[in-house]
C-alpha cells in the first residue's frame, strides 16, 4: 500500500583499503575475493552449511524517496492542504507523530544488519559493522540513532602482557576518544541468516581470529521463547599461533538509547549474579526510569570452568573513558565494584561493561558468551490510557526484575534455540535445487516480523470478552480462550507507515504468520472479526477527498487495528487517506484468509466461529455488485490497496479476489453443511465467472478494468491475486478451477514478457502496470513501481501455475535490486522505481515471500483437502 544460503557481505563489500580508521569502498570484488574465501574457511565451523557469499557492491547516494500519497492528495482538491494543516495540527500542536510524515521521510541509511530480540518485545538493531543503530523498544516507535558507547572490545594478552586492545569498530568519534578505534575494515566480515548473524575478525598480526555469532529467539511454532526481548553473542576465538593468549572480550552499553531521556536523570546501575541448576550467570543491570514504560537493560555473561567474568558497574560515555581502557589493559578484566551506582542526575549520562576472559591454548579454541536483554515488561502505547503486558511477562513476571533471570535463561539455552533454528532451516539451505539468492531472502524478510514495530500483548487472567473490543466479541465463542492462551500480536504496515495490522497488506504476508507461527495468525484474526463486528459513528475528515464520514462502519474490515502513537485495539483505522469502508478488497481478503488459515491448520473450531462473520462482510460486499451480474465493480477512485491508482467497474484485480472469495464461501459452507448458503454463492460464482471473463479476458491477459479509458487495458502484475489464493488452498485444480487455467498461464506468461522481461532488461522484478506496447503505465505514481511484496506473490503464483523458472527469474530481480544494489538490507522497501526511487523503508509485504515456500512445498505434498469434521451440520 501506500504510498548464502546466506545474505552474506565483506565489511567493506569490495576491494578496501583503510585509511585513519575509516572506511572507503572502491569496488567489487577483485582482490578481496581471496580474503572472502578465507572467511568462508575461517566461519565455516561456526556457519551453517556450505555459504555463498553475495557482495552487495557500493550503495549509491542518489538513491531518493517518494511518496504516492501526497500525489494521490494532491489530485483531490486541496487535498495537499488538508493534509498539510492535519500533519502541521499533529506534529506541531498536539506534539505527536503523524501515522504517515510525508515531510519528513525516515532517511535511507545503509547500515542495517540483522535485528535482536525475540517477537513483541521490542528490538535492537545491528549494523553490518557492529553498530547498535536502531531502536524499537516503545511499541511501534522507532529511534534511529548510533549509541557509539554500544561496542565490543577485545583484550589479547601474552606472557602476562596485554599485546593488543581494539574496539571492534572502523568508527573514529569524537566521544571517548581514551579508547583504540578504527579498527581496519578489511580484516572483517558479515553474514546474515535471520534469527542470527556472523561477524569475522581477523586480529591483524596476531594470528587470532574471532567469530561473534549473534542469536535471537525466533523459532517456528515455539510461542514462549520465541517472545523473549533477548540476545546472545557467542565468541568463538580461533589461536592459529605457537603460544597460548589470553583473551577478554568488553561489551559496554549505555544506560539508554541515544534519545535525550539517556539524561533525563534519575537512571543507575547495580552488579548481579544468579546461579541456578547449576549454572551461574553474571552481569549489569542497568535501570532506565523513564516515567512512562521504564526498562532495565542487562549485560551479562555466563561463567564456567576457564573463564573469568568482570565489570564495572558505570563509567561516563560522554567523557574520554579512559579510565575504563586502562582498567581493561592493566590485566585483561575489570574492576568489579559492589554496590550500586548513584543515581544520574539531569545531563548527566552513564554506562556499564561486562568482560568475560579466558585463556586460549596455542593452536587452540576457545568461547565466551555474553548476553543483552532488555526488561520493559509493562507498555502504554501513546495515549497512555491503558497498562499493557508483554507476552514474555507470562513466564518471567511483570515486576520488571526479570533481566536476571532473562539473562541466565538466554545464556543457558541459546544451544537449544540454535538446534531447532538449524532443524527449520536446514532442508530448505540443503535443497540443491533452490538458488542461493532465495535461501538468502526467504529467511531474511523474516526481520520484519520482529523488527515491524512488533507487540506481542498478554491478557490479564480476569479478562472478559467486553474488555477486549465491546460487544462483537460476545458473539465470538473461541476469542477469549484463544487470545488467553496465545496473547494479542501486531506488526506495523512499515516504519514509516505507523498503523497495525494494516489489513490489506497484511493478506500478502500472512502467509509468513500462519505457516511459522499460525496460533498467531488466529489471534490476529480474532481481533480483525472482532472490529467487524464494532463500529465508531464519530465523525471525521478524510484528508485526499475532504469529505468526511465515520470512523468505521458495522460489518466492514478494518484497514488497520490502530496507531501505537494512539491506543491500538481501541479506536481502529488510523489510516486517514481515504475512507476505507468502500474499499473494495478488504472484505474479500478476510474471507479468502479464514479459509486459507483453515486448509493449513484444520482448526474447526476457528472456522466455526468465523463464519458468521465471512457471511457478514460479504453481505457488504454484495452492494458493491451494482448492475446484478454476479460480479462486483470498483466506483471509479482508488478504492483498494492500490490506493493512488484509479480504477473503474469490473477489475481484474477487485473482481479477482471477489471470485476467489466467493468460490470459499462455497467451499466453507460444505464443510459446516450450510447448504443454502453453498446455494446462494454458487450461483453467484457461475454468473461472475462469466462476467469476468466477457469484461476482461483480451485473449492474452485481463484487462486492469472495463472502464474502456486510455489505461484499461494495462497488464496488470497483480491481476492474478485472486488465483494465488486459490492455489495456495488447492482450489486450482479441474473441477474446482474459477477461472481457466490456460488463461491464468496465458496472463502470467504475459506479464513475464512484459512486466518483467521488458522492464529494466528484466532485472528489477515486475512492475505494477505496464501498456501494451511494452511502456510503463505512468497514470499513477503506484502503476510505475515495483512493490516488492506483490512480486515476491506473482513468484509464488508463477510457481503454483508450473512457471518456476519465471518465478524465481522474477523473485530474482526484486532482490537483487533491494539486497545488493540500493543496499536495502533489513529494510526492504513497499516500492521501488526503476530510477533509484524507493518509497516506504521496512515494510510490511515482503513477508509474502513466504508464499514461495508454500508454493514449493505444495507441488511436491499438497495438503489433503479439509473434510467436514463435525458429524452434525451447523445448518439442518
Known amino acids: 500500500m501506500r504510498c548464502g544460503i546466506l545474505s552474506c557481505r565483506s565489511f567493506l563489500q569490495g576491494d578496501s583499503r583503510c585509511t585513519g580508521g575509516t572506511v572507503v569502498v572502491t569496488g567489487h570484488t577483485g582482490s578481496c575475493l581471496g580474503r572472502l574465501n578465507l572467511c568462508a574457511r575461517l566461519s565455516r565451523k561456526y556457519c551453517p552449511l556450505d555459504l555463498v557469499w ?11 524517496s517518494q511518496s504516492p500519497v501526497l500525489c ?20 506541531r500542536i498536539e506534539k505527536k507523530s503523524a501515522f504517515i510524515d510525508l515531510l519528513c521521510a525516515v532517511p535511507l541509511q545503509q547500515i542495517y544488519g540483522c535485528p535482536l530480540g525475540g517477537i513483541g518485545g521490542g528490538t535492537i538493531t545491528r549494523g553490518w559493522r557492529g ?13 534511529y540513532e548510533t549509541v557509539i558507547t554500544d561496542q565490543f572490545t577485545v583484550c589479547l594478552r601474552r606472557k602476562g602482557q596485554t599485546v593488543y586492545q581494539q574496539v571492534l569498530s572502523v568508527e573514529k568519534p569524537s566521544a571517548l576518544q581514551g579508547w583504540n578505534w578504527g579498527y581496519c575494515g578489511r580484516y572483517a566480515f558479515y553474514h546474515a541468516l535471520y534469527p542470527r548473524a556472523w561477524m569475522v575478525y581477523e586480529l591483524p598480526g596476531q594470528n587470532v581470529v574471532l567469530t561473534c555469532r549473534q542469536i535471537s529467539p525466533v523459532i517456528p511454532h515455539d510461542y514462549k521463547d520465541s517472545s523473549l526481548p533477548v540476545g546472545v553473542f557467542i565468541w568463538e576465538v580461533e589461536n592459529n599461533s605457537e603460544e597460548p593468549v589470553d583473551v577478554s572480550i568488553m561489551f559496554t552499553l549505555q544506560n539508554g538509547t541515544g534519545t535525550k531521556g539517556d539524561g533525563s536523570g534519575g537512571h543507575w546501575n547495580e552488579p548481579f549474579a544468579l546461579q541456578d541448576g547449576g549454572e551461574r550467570v553474571t552481569g549489569v543491570l542497568l535501570h532506565h526510569c523513564t516515567p512512562i514504560n521504564p526498562f532495565t537493560f542487562a549485560v551479562a555473561a555466563r561463567e564456567k570452568a576457564g573463564t573469568v567474568i568482570t565489570h564495572l558497574t558505570a563509567f561516563d560515555p ?29 545531563g548527566e549520562v552513564t554506562a556499564a561493561a561486562v568482560c568475560a576472559s579466558c585463556m586460549v591454548p596455542a593452536r587452540g579454541h576457545g568461547t565466551l558468551e555474553l548476553a543483552l536483554v532488555w526488561d520493559m515488561p509493562r507498555v502504554h502505547f501513546g495515549s497512555k490510557e491503558r497498562l499493557h503486558l508483554r507476552r514474555y511477562t507470562r513466564f518471567f513476571g511483570s515486576n520488571g526484575d526479570a533481566a536476571p533471570a532473562l539473562s541466565h535463561y538466554a545464556l543457558t539455552h541459546y544451544k537449544e534455540w540454535e538446534k531447532k533454528i538449524e532443524a527449520w532451516q536446514k532442508p530448505i539451505l540443503e535443497d540443491s535445487q533452490l538458488p542461493s539468492w532465495y535461501k538468502s531472502a526467504l529467511f531474511n524478510e523474516l526481520y520484519f516480523m520482529t523488527d515491524g514495530g512488533t507487540i506481542w500483548l498478554d491478557l490479564p487472567p480476569d479478562c472478559l470478552p467486553q474488555d477486549l473490543q465491546g460487544p462483537g466479541a460476545a458473539k465470538l465463542s473461541h476469542l477469549l480462550p484463544v487470545l488467553r492462551e496465545y496473547g494479542r500480536f501486531a506488526y506495523l504496515e512499515g516504519q514509516e507507515y505507523r498503523m497495525y495490522n494494516t489489513y490489506d497488506v497484511h493478506f500478502y504476508a500472512s502467509f509468513a504468520l500462519v505457516m511459522l507461527w499460525p496460533k498467531l495468525q488466529i489471534s490476529l484474526q480474532y481481533d480483525i472479526a472482532v472490529t467487524v463486528l464494532n463500529e465508531d459513528m464519530q465523525p471525521r475528515q478524510y484528508l485526499v477527498c475532504g469529505k468526511t464520514a465515520q470512523v468505521k462502519l458495522k460489518n466492514v474490515v478494518p484497514h488497520d487495528i490502530g496507531d501505537p502513537d494512539d491506543e491500538p485495539w481501541q479506536r481502529v483505522n488510523a489510516y486517514l487517506m481515504h475512507d476505507t469502508a468502500n474499499w473494495k478488497d478488504l472484505n474479500l481478503k478476510f474471507v479468502l484468509q479464514v479459509y486459507r488459515d483453515y486448509y493449513l491448520t484444520h482448526d474447526a473450531l476457528y472456522l466455526q466461529d468465523m463464519w458468521p462473520v465471512c457471511q457478514a462482510v460479504m453481505e457488504s460486499e454484495l452492494k458493491f455488485d451494482t448492475d446484478n451480474d454476479g460480479l462486483i465493480e470498483n466506483g471509479g477512485t482508488a478504492d483498494q490497496t492500490y490506493d493512488a491508482w484509479v480504477v473503474n467497474g469490473a477489475s481484474a484485480y477487485c473482481g479477482g479476489l471477489w471470485l476467489a472469495a466467493v468460490r470459499m464461501m462455497c467451499e466453507m459452507a460444505e464443510v459446516l453443511g450450510d447448504a443454502e448458503t453453498q446455494q446462494k454463492y454458487g450461483a453467484i460464482l457461475q454468473k461472475g465467472k462469466e462476467s469476468f471473463e466477457r469484461l476482461l479476458w483480451n485473449g492474452k491477459y485481463y484487462n486492469y478494468d472495463s472502464s474502456g479509458s486510455s489505461t484499461s487495458s494495462s497488464i496488470m502484475s497483480d491481476q492474478c491475486a485472486g488465483q494465488w489464493f486459490l492455489g495456495a488452498c488447492g482450489l486450482d485444480q479441474k473441477e474446482l478451477e474459477v477461472f481457466p487455467k490456460s488463461h491464468i498461464v496465458s496472463a502470467l506468461k504475459t506479464i513475464f514478457e512484459k512486466n518483467v522481461m521488458s522492464f529494466a532488461g528484466g532485472t528489477m522484478g515486475a512492475v505494477n502496470g505496464m501498456r501494451p506496447d511494452g511502456v510503463p503505465d505512468t497514470s499513477s505514481v503506484q502503476s510505475s513501481e515495483v512493490w516488492v511484496g506483490v512480486v515476491y506473490a506473482l513468484a509464488a503464483t508463477m510457481i503454483q ?34 530510477k533509484k526511487v524507493y518509497r516506504s523503508l521496512a515494510y510490511m509485504r515482503p513477508l509474502s515471500i513466504w508464499s514461495m515456500q508454500l508454493a514449493l512445498e505444495s507441488k511436491t505434498r499438497r495438503p489433503p483437502s479439509p473434510t467436514p469434521t463435525q458429524k452434525n451440520p451447523l445448518h439442518p
Open 318 to 346: 560522554a567523557g574520554s573513558g579512559r579510565d575504563v581502557w586502562q582498567d581493561l589493559l592493566q590485566d585483561g578484566k575489570l574492576e568489579s565494584p559492589i554496590g550500586k551506582s548513584k543515581r544520574t542526575q539531569k
Open 131 to 143: 553498530e547498535f543503530c536502531r531502536w524499537q523498544l516503545n511499541p511501534g516507535k522507532y529511534h
Open 54 to 64: 553475495l557482495s552487495a557492491g557500493r550503495l549509491s547516494a542518489v538513491v531518493k
Open 72 to 91: 494521490a492528495a494532491g489530485k483531490a482538491e486541496g487535498g495537499d492542504l488538508l493534509y498539510f494543516k492535519w500533519w502541521y495540527k499533529k506534529t
Open 801 to 834: 501455475e508450473g512457471l518456476v523458472q519465471e518465478g524465481f527469474h522474477t523473485a530474482e530481480g526484486c532482490y537483487r535490486t533491494v539486497w545488493e544494489n540500493l543496499g536495502m538490507a533489513f529494510q526492504t522497501p513497499e516500492a521501488y522505481c526503476e
